[in-house]
């Protein structure tokens, strides 16, 4: 089973920055889809970013477009997600995921695809 570890969250202020990290275990990270969910207090977990091997595209959740961004470091085993403008709505737990296969794009969105978890970062924006 691939270990995921977070880091990188905080409290930050309205339009302020974060970058989130997720360093992976396992030695074919390259071909591992990554992804990032959140989850705030009293709502479900929500999609927010995916990348997977062979694919040049990164897929994002609406309520981030354009001010989320997510990378991986394939030499690193580390993905991350930097996290800009950010609103008092954004507030919530971040959590790593991975697939070790690479996802259909219809899967990509989804909980239920992801197979390991990481253990969540917190990432708070004051108003």
């Known amino acids: 089973q691939v270990q995921l570890a977070e880091s990188g969250g905080g409290l930050v202020q309205t339009g302020g920055s974060l970058r989130l990290s997720c360093a992976a275990s396992?030695?074919?990270?390259?071909?591992?889809?990554m992804a990032w969910f959140r989850q705030a207090p009293g709502k479900e977990r929500e999609f927010v970013s995916a990348?997977?091997?062979?694919?040049?595209?990164?897929y994002y959740g609406d309520s981030v477009k354009g001010r989320f961004a997510m990378s991986r470091d394939n030499a690193k085993n580390t993905v991350y997600l930097q996290l800009d403008s950010l609103k008092p709505e954004d507030t919530a737990v971040y959590y790593c995921?991975?697939?070790?296969?690479?996802?259909?794009?219809?899967?990509?969105?989804?909980?239920?695809?992801?197979?390991?978890w990481g253990q969540g970062a917190q990432v708070t924006v004051s108003s």
């Open positions: 990348v997977r091997w062979g694919d040049t595209n990164t």
């Open positions: 396992g030695q074919s990270f390259s071909t591992y889809s």
């Open positions: 995921a991975v697939n070790r296969n690479r996802l259909i794009t219809s899967s990509i969105r989804r909980i239920e695809s992801y197979s390991s």
